[in-house]
């Protein structure tokens, strides 16, 4: 069974920072292109960041480029956060669209349940 395990998400205040991390069973981590997504109750789920597994290039979201760093070792994949804003308030979700290279629309068919990360002013 495929499952997706976030953590390290929180509260922290604007301009602070988390580090997301996530594991995964079931299926080889390693192999494929692996992101993150974000979803805020009543709105549609977004693509944050993408790193392929071929060559580890990345591909992030306009609104997070210069503050937010993907990574990946042989445990996982992770997510630095830096100078957050209250507008990256959102369940973050670790993802995959079982492909090995990240699609530059960061669009993913899988994904886990989720880390709540809440950013106050």
């Known amino acids: 069974q495929v499952q997706f395990v976030e953590s390290g998400g929180g509260l922290v205040q604007s301009g602070g920072s988390l580090r997301l991390s996530c594991a995964a069973s079931?299926?080889?981590?390693?192999?494929?292109?692996v992101g993150w997504v974000r979803q805020v109750p009543g709105k549609e789920r977004e693509g944050v960041a993408c790193i392929s597994s071929i060559d580890d290039s990345v591909i992030y979201r306009d609104s997070v480029k210069g503050r937010f760093t993907i990574s990946r070792d042989n445990a996982g994949v992770y997510l630095q956060m830096d100078s957050l804003k209250p507008e990256d308030t959102a369940i973050y979700s670790c993802?995959?669209?079982?492909?090995?290279?990240?699609?530059?629309?960061?669009?993913?068919?899988?994904w886990g349940q989720g880390s709540q990360v809440t950013v106050s002013p």
């Open positions: 079931g299926f080889n981590l390693n192999y494929y292109a």
């Open positions: 993802a995959t669209d079982w492909v090995r290279r990240c699609t530059r629309a960061l669009d993913f068919g899988a």
